[in-house]
């Protein structure tokens, strides 16, 4: 059933008592929801899809993926997550301590359920957000790396969003408090009631562990951008395909960038139409 997107989504932001502000430790961490709700539930149950926005970008930036989801009849939230948006800025641990990332979705989650009972579930997200989908399906970062990084034993990975992370990070925390965010990288994050993941452009693929994705048990499915230099194909989307039992997916063009799926930018649209319509198709397949 076709139906067509309301023209502004429902924004709320909420307060996660169990974690701290990351401006303020005196503060709960705020996670900011953008809500879109069909004209028309494909089912009643009423699937739903989070989506997760890539590095330094904003749910409210996400349009060319929420919008065919929406038109196919599933519900959609999108999430900002905390230190890593440009609607309230950046902080270091909102580029590293990507796994917190899948908590802002389960807490996400909880509080959408105290509302109302949830129906299937699946998380989709773009580059950093693609990670983050992963990590609620079970991928689980190597605290090995994250130690090596914080330890300057390997280069720190190039933001441009914010230069210089790993020093900024070290100004905010002591080193008792980085030896506890080493030892919190490889916690699992997992979600349950996800029950299928699409990633577009997926990040961290170097940075997870070949065994927690071996033990993936739901459908995922990627795309990717044959001329990425951001998460490039080799180095972020393979090791997913090669370990991710039963993944799927495809180049959605040789010519494609990363930046393409920008959507303030003057990218390629048909791409991010093209994608768009295959996460509509997948998530109807795997929800309903």
Known sequence: MTTTQQAEPRISV??????????????????????????????????????????????????????????????VVALDHHGNNFVDGYEPEGFLLGWERARDVTFALDALAAREPLGPVGAAGFSFGGYTAAALAGARVDRNVVAAILGGKVPEPVIPEFPALIAALREKRTAEELAAVVQDSGADVSDPRVRAVFQVAPGLGSLVT????????IPVEVRWAGADTITPYDEDTAPYLAHVPGI?????????????????????????ARTGAGAAAFFLRHLT
Not at 50 to 63: A, D, F, I, L, P
Not at 210 to 217: G, N
Not at 254 to 270: A, Q, T
Request: charged letters at 30%.
């Open 14 to 75: 909420l307060y996660d008592d169990s974690r701290r502000d990351l401006r303020d430790t005196s503060a709960p961490r705020p996670v900011r929801l953008y809500e879109w709700e069909p004209d028309h539930r494909v089912t009643d149950a009423g699937p739903l899809v989070v989506v997760s926005h890539g590095t330094g970008g904003s749910g409210s930036g996400m349009n060319w993926l929420v919008r065919p989801l929406v038109e196919a009849g599933l519900r």
């Open 248 to 272: 799927t997916g495809l180049c959605v063009g040789p010519g494609v960038r990363h930046e393409d799926f920008f959507e303030h930018l003057e990218g390629d649209e048909d791409a991010r």
């Open 210 to 217: 070949p065994a927690s994705l071996a033990a993936i048990r």
